[in-house]
């Protein structure tokens, strides 16, 4: 499948794959930041894509980031028809302040198809095994 890709901004870095057949784009920072604990920040990545209907771009975590900072991606989800500038959100989990710098690796946007559904409202639904089984609903 091929994606469209516009640099928005002149410093943009256009994304890029670790290893032939990785699923995650790592996107990059355009800005110097200290995220300190607890803090939410919104990156911009300078960049919008076009990729056909019936997917959707999902920005999730890079693997170090999580375990060695304690850095999270929230949010974050681009349907087909957004044009808009990408951008990615993200939160210190840790006790301490981490640096990005212009260029690191922040995130991966990671393009997947999906199902179109239609919600049709009813008064029941079917029974199942789990039925409203929750948290620890099935033991330890």
Do not use: C, W
């Not at 995130?107 to 929750?134: K, Y």
């Amino acid at each position: 499948m091929k994606i469209k890709i516009k640099k928005l901004k002149v410093q943009a870095v256009l994304p890029t794959v670790g290893y032939q057949g990785d699923a995650g784009l790592d996107l990059y920072a355009l800005e110097d930041y200290e995220l300190k604990p607890g803090e939410r920040h919104v990156f911009f990545v300078g960049l919008a894509l076009e990729f056909p209907a019936g997917y959707v771009g999902f920005i999730k975590d890079r693997g170090s980031l999580p375990k060695n900072a304690g850095l999270h991606a929230i949010g974050g989800v681009f349907d087909s028809g957004y044009r808009g500038e990408y951008n990615v959100n993200l939160i210190n989990l840790s006790q301490e302040s981490y640096k990005i710098k212009v260029g690191d690796k922040i995130a991966q946007l990671v393009i997947m198809p999906f199902l179109q559904t239609e919600l049709e409202e009813v008064d029941e639904l079917s029974s199942s095994e789990r039925g409203g089984g929750s948290f620890g609903s099935t033991g330890r």
